[in-house]
């Protein structure tokens, strides 16, 4: 940040990390019903985003000709992941073999634009 800053950087957006412990990867490996987010992923997430939130606020105060902003990754895709429904989609259970083709097939079979993976 400082080099960039130093060679005329004056904007800057820090992204916060999301629910990683609720990523397929994550409920397929370390879930113990292939479907609960991985809790302790999730909180060591936030513990990061907690001091990148606050590494913001003193980049703003140390540096008044420049602004840095956070984005709030973890809250933005929390209401999509409990709720998914409220926005026309539905989660996609890694164990579930058609699941596992619409993610691999997704654009063959149409419906990746309806389910939540990444």
Wanted: net charge positive.
């Amino acid at each position: 940040m400082q080099i960039l800053y130093n060679n005329g950087a004056r904007k800057f957006a820090l992204i916060g990390l999301g629910q990683i412990g609720c990523s397929p990867s994550e409920l397929a490996q370390n879930s113990p019903d292939g479907r609960t987010c991985v809790q302790r992923i999730n909180s060591a997430n936030q513990i990061f985003n907690d001091k990148l939130r606050s590494l913001v606020a003193q980049f703003n105060g140390n540096t008044p000709d420049a602004r840095f902003i956070y984005i709030n990754a973890y809250g933005i895709f929390q209401d999509l992941i409990t709720r998914p429904a409220a926005f026309g989609k539905y989660p996609v259970n890694p164990f579930n073999a058609l699941s596992l083709l619409a993610v691999l097939y997704g654009c063959l079979l149409g419906t990746p634009s309806e389910s939540i993976y990444y």
